[in-house]
C-alpha cells in the first residue's frame, strides 16, 4: 500500500520543499513556508526509527525539534521570519529556540542523506559501514564521549540493508531510485538552510 512507502513519501516531500525553493528569482532569499517544511521533515522520522538503538538518541532528539518547528508554524510563516525573530530576540542559541532547533532537523536530514549517499554506493549487506560513515560526518563532531561510545555500540544491533528495505516497503531497485532522489533534493534544501544562518552571521558550527 502506498501510505506503507515512508522512503517515498519522504522523497516526494522533499522533492517538493527544492521545487519551492527553485521558484524563487535567482538572488533572491527563499522563503520557505515552515509547515510543508516542518511536515517533510516528519516524514523523515521513520527512517531513524528503522535504525534500531543506534539511532534512537538522534530519533528522539530530531522527533522533539521538528515537533517544536512545526508548532512554530502555526504562528509563524516562513523560514527566514523565524529566524530573524529569534535574532531580534537574542536568542538564537538558547536552548529551545526555533533556530537552534532548526540547525538539529538540518543536521538530521543531512545524516539520512549522507547515509543514502554511502549505501547506493555499496555493495554490501552491512549498514554498518555506512551509518558509522554519516555518523562521523555528520553528528560526531558535535557529540560527548558518551554518546559516541553509545552510538558505536549501537551500531552492531543495526538492521542489514535487506531488513531495513523490507520495513520500508521497498526493494532493492525500488529503493535506490528513492535514495537517489531524496539526497538530491535535501542537498538543496540543506545548502538553503546552509545559507539562512550564514547570511545572518550565525554560523552552523555549533
Request: proline share 4%; with cysteine.
Amino acid at each position: 500500500m502506498e501510505g506503507d512507502k515512508p522512503l517515498k513519501k519522504m522523497a516526494e516531500a522533499f522533492k517538493e520543499l527544492s521545487t519551492r525553493l527553485d521558484q524563487f528569482p535567482e538572488g533572491e532569499e527563499a522563503r520557505l513556508e515552515l509547515s510543508p517544511f516542518s511536515n517533510a521533515c516528519s516524514l523523515v522520522s521513520p527512517l531513524f526509527r528503522c535504525l534500531g538503538i543506534a539511532f534512537k538518541f538522534a530519533e528522539l532528539d530530531y522527533v522533539a525539534k521538528v515537533n517544536d518547528l512545526a508548532g512554530a508554524s502555526k504562528s509563524i510563516s516562513v523560514l527566514p521570519l523565524m529566524m530573524d525573530d529569534d535574532v531580534k530576540s537574542d536568542c538564537v542559541r538558547k536552548a529551545g529556540s526555533h533556530t537552534r532547533n532548526l540547525l538539529r532537523v538540518k543536521r538530521g536530514i543531512d545524516m539520512v542523506k549522507v547515509l543514502f549517499e554511502h549505501i547506493i554506493s555499496s555493495q554490501e549487506n552491512s549498514l554498518k559501514d555506512p551509518a558509522s560513515k554519516a555518523y562521523s560526518q555528520v553528528f560526531s563532531p558535535y557529540h560527548g564521549w558518551a554518546i559516541r561510545k553509545a552510538v558505536a555500540a549501537g551500531m552492531y544491533a543495526l538492521p542489514t540493508k535487506a531488513q531495513l528495505l523490507n520495513k520500508l516497503n521497498e526493494d532493492e531497485t525500488s529503493a535506490r531510485i528513492q535514495m537517489q532522489n531524496f539526497v538530491a533534493s535535501a542537498a538543496l534544501v540543506v545548502k538553503y538552510i546552509d545559507q539562512l544562518f550564514i547570511s545572518r552571521g550565525l554560523g552552523t558550527d555549533w
